[in-house]
């Protein structure tokens, strides 16, 4: 997991570089590195320049040209900026070599095609929701309401690897998973295999454990959406499914009983008239 020691120091001048190639259109790559600017902020780096190049594909040694590496190698020097940060694809050798963490929207992540199905939980990836909720409470989530989720997995692609996710149904979303991956309060709340936050709270699951699966419902009047809802209580009287053998043996000890009682008066019955007749002979 991410810790403090391992985050970006706070205010780090960074530059983005992208590549515009035939599967990626030159307004992509300004998508991708907007999306990548988002995630350096959170992580406490400032995007202070961009850097696109249209090649065929990336150099497998420099990733741009040689004349554009000398470019920015110049800008790092005079500017000082500390980070260099590379809009790439992850290659599947390094999917099956790695543990990865993911972070971001669901939607905007391209690995989430292939990463989505295989999450505790996954998401709509039009939507930025999450499917389904597995926890054993029902909470009513406001649509606008900012969301972050951490997940858990074994890796799809290596089963010796593991994945972390860090999404979140909207850009603030995003910014509570990843702070609760390196924030020492709330990763210590983290359990289970998911984990939903929203501010400081943070409320976890782990599917692993075949909890019931509900649908999250979804209202605009709930001011606080992780508080939980009261359960239903059903007053009506409860019926008993008795086994039929059970009510035989009722029946039979009640006759038992009523067999010796008559037994009883009958035994007394006699007793008292053969006493009246020895009174007679005497």
């Known amino acids: 997991m991410l810790d403090k020691k391992n985050s970006i120091k706070k ?8 590549l515009i190639h035939k599967d990626q259109t030159e307004p992509q790559v300004q998508e991708y590195l907007d999306e990548l600017a988002f995630l350096a902020e959170t992580a ?11 090649l ?5 040694r420099t990733f741009v040209g040689k004349g554009k590496l000398e470019e920015i190698k110049n ?31 669901p939607s905007q ?57 860090a999404l979140g149904n909207t850009p603030e979303g995003v910014i509570s998973a990843t702070t609760a991956l390196y924030d020492a309060k709330l990763r210590g709340q983290l359990a289970g295999n998911f984990a939903a ?4 709270k943070v409320q976890t699951a782990d ?16 001011v606080n959406p992780l508080e939980p809802q009261p359960e239903k209580v059903d007053l009506s009287t409860p019926t008993i499914d008795r086994p039929v053998w059970l009510l035989i043996a009722i029946q039979a000890v009640v006759v038992l009983i009523v067999v010796m009682v008559l037994l009883v008066f009958w035994s007394q019955w006699r007793r008292s008239r053969k006493n009246r007749s020895i009174g007679k002979h005497d």
């Open 197 to 200: 936050i929203s501010g400081a």
């Open 75 to 105: 800008y790092v020097i005079d500017k000082e900026i500390d980070l260099v940060i590379f809009d790439d694809e992850i290659s599947k050798d390094d999917l099956a070599k790695y543990n990865l963490i993911v972070v971001g929207l």
């Open 11 to 18: 205010e780090e001048r960074a530059i983005l570089v992208g």
């Open 109 to 165: 992540l391209s690995i989430m095609k292939e990463l989505n199905d295989s999450l505790p939980i996954p998401f709509d990836l039009e939507t930025n929701a999450t499917r389904n909720s597995y926890s054993q409470v029902t909470y009513l989530v406001p649509p606008d309401a900012a969301f972050g989720y951490v997940e858990l997995l074994q890796s799809p692609w290596n089963a010796d690897n593991f994945v972390i996710t």
């Open 207 to 222: 599917t692993r454990l075949g909890l019931p699966l509900e649908d999250a419902a979804v209202t605009q009047a709930v």
């Open 56 to 60: 065929q594909h990336p150099d497998s």
């Open 44 to 54: 406490g780096a400032i995007s202070v320049k961009r850097f696109t190049q249209k």
